[in-house]
Structure formats: C-alpha cells, structure tokens
C-alpha cells in the first residue's frame, strides 16, 4: 500500500458532474478517480434526451423551477430547485463553448425539444439522442487538455480516510493489480453516480451500486430519501444487460406507448404518454404483468426518419433484430435513476467535513421524489462547476490522529445476481411491506456472509426507506398505502460515529422516515 498526498481535490468519478468539478478547480490540482476509460463508466455518456434549461424567449427558470416542482411531489427543496434553473442556459453556453455540438434551430438558436412533464419545450438535445456522449465527448477532451487534472482510468473507490474528529482526510483507491493506495486530500468529491447496477433491469452501466452513497453513509453522512428510485418506462425489453434506452423524446415526437392488441396504455388523449415517469412506469409494469405486453409504437410518429431523428435508439433496435420504423418496440421499465442520495448543498458540501457529493450519487434537493426529464445533466454540470471552486479552496487540515479503514470487497457474481433479482421483484416499480420484509431478510443474509460489500448497505438504504414510507409517492408506489400523505414529509438516516478509534461504536441515530 501506498501513501500519496495530493494538495487538491480527490475526485471520485469522471462522468459529466466529475470532470466538470474538475475543470472549474483551475488553479488547483485535480485528481479524477475513474474504474474504467472516460465514457465508458459513467451514466453521463448514456443520456439520450439531452439537458433540459430555459433557453426559448416563451420560457423562463422560474416556469422550469415549477415543472421540477411539480414532477417532484412535493418534496423538491424551492430554493434548490431556482439555484439549478437559473443556470441552465449559462451550463448550456459552457458545455457549448467547450465544443458540445448542440442542436441549432435556424436562426443559430439551440434548438429545443418537449419531454414529459415540461410545460414548454426546452430540452436541449444533439443529434436527436446522442446528447450524453456527445457532450461528456466534448468535456472529456477539455479535462485531457486541462494541465491542472491528472486522470487516473484503472481506480475504484474502496474507502474513505477519516480522522478520530469524523473530518474525510481521503480514500482507500484501488489501482490495477489490485493494489490499495491511501490518498490524502483536503477534499474528497463523490461523484459515483447512482445505484442502477442493484437492479435486474436497468439502463444504467451496471457497475454503478451505490457505493459511494454507502461509504459515505459510513462515514457518518446524512442520506436523503434512498426510497425514490424513477424507472424509465421504455427500456427496449430485448434481455440485454444494461438494457438499451428508447429516449422519452420519442414520446415528445409524437410515439405512443401501446399493448399486444395495439390498445394504448394510458389513454387515447394526445400528451397522456407525457405523464411524468412514475405514471407512465407503472402503466408499463401493469400491462406487463397482466400478460398485454407493453409497446412504444413509433412507426407514424417518426417512421422513416428514425434513423436520421434518433439514430442511437434506431441501431440499437437494428442490432435486436427490431425495425422501428414498421413495428412497434417493446418495451420495460427499467431502474435509471436515483433520486435519493448523499445529502448535499448546491456547491456539493455534505454533513460530513471534506466530503462533498454531486451528480446521481447526490441528493441537493432538486430532484424530489420523481425526477423532472433531462434535469439530471443540468444539474451533473451546474452543481459539478460550483462543487469544484468549493473543494478546491478547502485547505489541508492540521493532523489529527486517524480512524482504522478496511477496504470494501466486491459482492460475488451469484450474491450479486440473488440481489439484484431480490431488489427489482420486491423494491421496484410496485411494492408492500411483505415484500419489502423479505428483500432486508435476504440483505442481511448476505451481508453475514459478505460483511464488507458495501453494495449491500446501499440496497438496504433503499429497501429500509421504501419500507419505512408508508405511502405513495413520486417514484416510491406501496401497493397496501397506495395514497399519497396530505403532507410531504423526507426520510432522513444518518450512521452517527462515536468519537473513538472502535468503528464498532457506531450507532444509527435516524432510520425511520420523518412523514
């Protein structure tokens, strides 16, 4: 093992959110920790629709903070919600000026498209649905170019160094060849994404499970709301894992979503497959189950311009052996987003001194219990900006005496698959206490077995807080408490560390939820 001190901060995680912390660090040296090549392990480069900001004169962040509101369910955070929508068109001009060949409208505008749950249309998109890897694409290069970031492409977040105080003084990375290293920061910025990997079915890289919400939970952070989990009602269901996405803009086009006999499955009005997700998931799930088979049918909508309007969708229909442009797709919802996470301020500061949180793995307040479309990559490059100038004028803290650290251990691939089946059959787009009971019982089965995977903390943040919400909401649906609460209220859980060196003195101090 090997002792490095870098006088920066310790970047966990090179997807939109990382590396745009990163680049806004300037002076300061960045560190970027990614298990795999930049655009290969993040959700960031997998983002079909595009980034959603008020950019046409109709619109205004205020209107796009009352559509994050709405779709939120009452439990969106107002003032986050107008720090997040003030900076969209600013986050777009950046990633423009950087190279992100957004979509033009003919004046030289970006052009911009309608997702569900938007008032207005103000998505903007490129190429119909490249805009994730095309905009991380051009981030990606400007952090290569950058001469204050030192990319490391082979590291995997296996710990964080706290002092006896609590304070992060830096993580346990593991680095090709299995080695751990010790690195001390002033500041260790988590950005490892959400927790799509836990589930069967997701469109997430499945590698992302919640890891870095978990070692930051152990390190005595507050989590906000693990229970919200948003499933994207149109994965293409051709047993591929990660599943391939149909990008919600099919449906701003004009592509409805049908069953077997060709019946729609929310209604024959126009915008009803415009819903927000949490509706529009659970009509796919329920047509599923009764046997009716659920479809997205964009043969009149698009048609023979799919593969020039949404070429990434129509080539992975194409290598299916679908052809969209005169069949229907089918389609399941699938795990894609997580609303819950490390709770965090609008510049990424957690509860836990020198730990900040952004992107997915983050729970700022803007997201609620349902997540507005095409918000999650406003707010990676929002929030990743500011989160960056803040660590890097943290400064190293005086010495202090350090707490014992052990080095997290992966899950074994048949634990894993028992429960990311157990997570999607019983913490999915339906629930109830029975099930939700089983899925702890087999968490804590495996965790006996596996005590430091922490992938399994992460599953039983989730599966404690969706059994601790007893009702419905947003992206959290209790089939025994199908009505919502008249009051919106969070769950809050924090693993509080006594001051000592036994990390076995721990004690949860907020597991129930707060409603």
């Not at 970047?11 to 930049?38: M, N, Q, S, W, Y």
Request: aromatic content about 4%.
């Amino acid at each position: 093992m090997a002792r490095i001190r870098h006088d920066g901060p310790l970047i966990i995680g090179g997807g939109l959110a990382g590396l745009a912390a990163a680049l806004e660090a300037a002076p300061a040296k960045a560190v970027v920790v990614t298990p795999d090549l930049l655009l290969n392990a993040c959700s960031s480069a997998w983002a079909q629709g595009g980034l959603a900001a008020a950019l046409s004169p109709k619109d205004s962040a205020l209107l796009h903070a009352k559509d994050t509101e709405g779709a939120g369910a009452g439990l969106v955070e107002p003032d986050a919600a107008r720090v997040l929508t003030e900076r969209g068109r600013e986050t777009v001009e950046w990633l423009a000026a950087l190279g992100a060949p957004f979509d033009r409208d003919e004046t030289g505008g970006f052009s911009v498209s309608l997702e569900a749950a938007h008032s207005l249309p103000r998505v903007a998109r490129v190429g119909g649905d490249g805009a994730g890897r095309a905009i991380l694409s051009a981030v990606v290069a400007a952090a290569r170019a950058s001469s204050h970031i030192e990319i490391w492409e082979d590291g995997r977040l296996r710990g964080l160094i706290q002092d006896v105080n609590g304070r992060v003084r830096g993580a346990l990375i593991e680095r090709a060849g299995g080695r751990v290293d010790e690195v001390f920061a002033p500041a260790v910025v988590l950005a490892t994404g959400g927790i799509g990997g836990l589930y069967d079915v997701t469109t997430n890289p499945s590698a992302l499970r919640g890891e870095g919400l978990a070692l930051a939970y152990g390190a005595g952070a507050e989590v906000l709301d693990p229970e919200f989990v948003q499933f994207h009602p149109t994965a293409i269901d051709v047993g591929l894992d990660p599943a391939p996405l149909a990008t919600e803009a099919l449906r701003g086009e004009g592509a409805r979503l049908v069953d077997g006999t060709g019946a729609f499955l929310l209604g024959e009005d126009e915008d009803a497959d415009l819903a927000s997700r949490d509706i529009v998931a659970r009509a796919v799930h329920a047509a599923r189950v009764d046997g009716r088979g659920a479809f997205l049918d964009a043969t009149k909508a698009v048609g023979e311009a799919f593969p020039h309007e949404f070429p990434a969708v129509f080539a992975a229909c194409m290598r299916a052996g679908l052809d969209p442009r005169v069949s229907p797709v089918p389609v399941a919802a699938a795990a894609h987003y997580h609303m819950g996470g490390v709770v965090a301020d609008d510049e990424g500061r957690t509860t836990v001194a020198g730990l900040y949180a952004i992107g997915e793995c983050a729970a700022t307040g803007v997201h609620g219990a349902n997540r507005l479309a095409s918000n999650s990559l406003l707010e990676a490059g929002a929030f990743g900006r500011r989160a960056g100038r803040a660590a890097a004028r943290e400064v190293q803290p005086p010495k202090a005496e350090l707490r014992a650290t052990r080095a997290s251990r992966d899950l074994p691939s048949e634990a894993m698959q028992e429960l990311r089946a157990a997570m999607t059959r019983y913490a999915g787009v339906v629930r109830d206490e029975e099930g939700l009971s089983t899925l702890i019982a087999v968490i804590d089965r495996l965790m006996k077995a596996h005590p430091e995977a922490v992938v399994l903390t992460a599953a039983r943040l989730i599966a404690e807080g969706a059994l601790n919400r007893r009702e419905s909401r947003g992206g959290h649906f209790r089939t025994d408490y199908p009505d919502s609460l008249p009051r919106a209220g969070h769950t809050r859980m924090r693993r509080v560390l006594a001051r000592t060196d036994d990390d076995e003195a721990a004690v949860i101090a907020a597991l129930a939820a707060t409603i």
